[in-house]
Structure formats: structure tokens, C-alpha cells
């Protein structure tokens, strides 16, 4: 293994996993840290874990075992991934993670870099924008769990992290490489452990991939990995097989727990023409909904590739959670999908597409998925997986703002045929 990736969800994992596949990387995304080694031919190693919302504690804790298997199977480089919309409250857990890999692994500095062209996020002057607008206004200020209500990065890790966070402006990095590693090696030099890095395009993020070939940590959303396979490829150390994805066969279902401006348009037009099921957090917290209810539901009608949706208005979902608790709504609503995934998938489901970082996670977890072998891009950070474990199916996870608003549709014909 060259490239060692910690992602703190699992769509972020997929995200980036894609990303490094299509860079030419033989790419495996693991479902937590293994037990075992890693298949000899793995060149990027990716961890996917369920960190973004826990405790700082254990995020780090997580992320620090983590970090040791990925070192144990010959990493020689670590990428701490994150959504690029930053996600994370003002407690964490980005700054403390980032903060304990650079002491675990001793790096000078590390670029701070949630910036992803292809779906809009871009980074100016230390500020995140979202298809042009600023973060705290695109919609994420409403994120049920992590709201972003500043778009500001250095100010908003400043409230997570001990040190000072340092800044290389938009200036230096359309300079080219040497000028931001120049500008890297200043502030470490002043301490600084941690710098925002600019960006606004493709071009930018494939410099500053130049500029950190041999950096021992890279933080950043999947953008930051465009310009990495390219240093270990200048070393003559990619083999070209790249990864192994076969289609699946078999009927399929729809689940979306996010609740995302672009994900609820993406469910209002996919239940135009295929059967759906809303699922309220009050009924799940009452039990007026099942999982016997949706399970019956979607193999009733199981030839329509039938979609169950949580996919409520953010003021519903703030209403529910201050009624029972913002911790007990998403722990039932991740345990409801998770164990209508396992139904379905013992049930003969062969293609499954989950909307929803939280949902994802829960989905992937109650699966036992091990690992996934990387397929062919969906749209722009989604790719198909196959899974490997008890139950060997063909997954889609999209994060909640990812996609077009066909992506459903466009995913099933991804995954397979019926």
C-alpha cells in the first residue's frame, strides 16, 4: 500500500475512493479498520469510518487505529478525508483528529483543502462557497446534526484545535507548486499546523498535489486526492491494474434518509415514477411505522425498484428532535434503515442505493459489509461498489448534496440489471 485514507463516513469513502480509482490506483475501500492485511495489489488503502458525529473522543480514538493499520500495510502517506462542506460542529471533529494525526505521525504541517470543483465547492480567501454561495447560506446551516453557520475555515477550526490555523491564499497557489510549498514550509514554520488552502478548480487542487508529494498528512475533502496518484506514478510505483467491479443482477430498491435540499428533489423526482414510502421520525419514535411495514411495502412492489424516504424538510426533522432528542431521532431513524437493508438484501435485493452520509453508515454497518471494490462513476463523487461479505451486493452511497437529480435512476443502471 502507498496511500493510506481515513474517511470519517462512508459516502465520503466511496467519494474518495473514486476519486483515486480514477486516477489510475488500485483502490480498495475497507468498512472500518480490518483485521487482517490488505490484498497485496491495494496500492490506495481506504478506512471507512463513522466518525463525523461522534464523540471527539472516540472519532479521534478511531482515527488513530485507523491510522496504525493503514502505516502497518506500507502506507507512506496518510489522507484524512472529510466532507467538503466541512461538516462538523464547533467541538470538532475535524481540528482534533487532524490535530492527532500530525502528532502521531509527526508532520510539520498539514493543508487543510474540503474544496471539490465537480459539485461546486470551492475555497476563497478561507472561505467555503457551495455553487457560488457561501456555505452558511447554501443550506448546510440547516444540517440537522452539523448545521454550518460559518463559512469561514480557519475561524471555524479555530474553535476545534489548541494551535493557529495558517492560510495560503488563491494568490500563491495560482503560482504553481513550488510557491505553495514554499508558503506550507512558512507556516510551519510559524507553527502553524494547519493550513486552509485556496482553491477554486481542478487545476488548483492538481498543484497543490505537487506541492505535498511526500507530505506524511493530507487533510481535505476527495478533491485533494486529484493530484496525488500522479506523485506516486512519476515514482514508477502504480502497477496500471486498477480495480475490479462486476455488475449485479437482480431486482432493487431505493433508500434516502438525507435531508438535503438536493436530496429531497432528487426523491420528488424519483417517486414521480417509481413507487415511495415516507418514513416521519415521529412514527418511527411512536412506532406507528415498522420495518415489517416498509419491508412489506417494498417487496410488494419489489419490480418497480420502490424507494423509502426520511428524506423530511429540515424544519420537520428539528421539530422531531427537539420533541424526542436530536441523539434518539437519528439513532432510530439509522437503526430503521439499517435493518430494513439487511431484510431486503436477505430477501433476494441486489442492487441497493442509499442516500445520506448517516444512512449510508448505518446501511453499510448492518450489512457487515468487509470492503468494496470500486466501479464506474455515477456522477461526480459516486461510484458503484460491490460488496464483499455475508451478503455480496451492489451498493450506491451518495452523500446528501451529490447528484443530479436523476441519480437514482442513473445508479441502478450503474449497478446492474433486474
Partial sequence: MLLGCIADDFTGASDLANTLAK???ATMQFVGVPDGAAPASCEAGVVALKSRTIP?????????????????????????????????????NIGPVAEALIARLGADVAVVCPVFPATGRTLFNGHLFVNGVLLNESGMQNHPLTPMTDPDIRRWLRHQTRGEVGLVPFSTVRQGAEAIRAALGAEAAAGRRLAVVDAVGDDDLVAIGA??????????????????PANFRRRGLLS????????????????????????RAQVKAYTAKHPGLAVMPDDVMSGAMTVDQAFDHVM?????????????????????????????VAEAIEGFF?????????A???????????????????????????????????????????????????????????????????????
Fill in 338 to 346: 439499517g435493518e430494513l437493508a439487511v431484510r431486503l438484501a436477505d
Fill in 23 to 25: 486516477g489510475g490506483m
Fill in 348 to 418: 433476494g435485493i441486489a442492487r441497493l442505493v442509499v442516500g445520506g452520509g448517516e444512512t449510508s453508515g448505518a446501511v453499510v454497518t448492518a450489512l457487515e459489509v468487509e470492503c468494496f471494490h470500486i466501479g464506474p462513476e455515477i456522477d461526480p463523487g459516486v461510484p458503484a461498489l460491490a460488496a464483499e461479505g455475508p451478503r455480496p451486493i451492489r451498493l450506491a452511497l451518495k452523500s446528501g448534496n451529490f447528484g443530479a437529480i436523476d441519480f437514482y435512476d442513473k445508479a441502478l443502471a450503474a449497478l446492474g440489471d433486474a
Fill in 56 to 92: 471527539v473522543a472516540e472519532a479521534v480514538r478511531q482515527s488513530l487505529a485507523a491510522c496504525e493499520w493503514l502505516l502497518s500495510q506500507g502506507a507512506t502517506q496518510i489522507l484524512f478525508k472529510y466532507c467538503s462542506t466541512f461538516d462538523s460542529t464547533k467541538e470538532g
Fill in 300 to 328: 410488494s412492489r419489489i419490480g418497480h425498484a420502490p424507494m423509502v424516504y426520511s428524506s423530511a424538510d429540515p424544519a420537520e426533522v428539528k421539530a422531531a428532535q427537539e420533541r424526542h432528542g436530536k441523539d434518539r
Fill in 211 to 228: 506541492a505535498i508529494d511526500g507530505a506524511k498528512l493530507v487533510t481535505g475533502g476527495s478533491g485533494i486526492a486529484l493530484g496525488l
Fill in 240 to 263: 496500471g491494474n486498477g480495480t475490479s467491479f462486476t455488475p449485479g443482477h437482480g431486482p432493487a430498491a431505493v433508500l434516502s434518509g438525507s435531508c438535503s435540499n438536493q436530496s
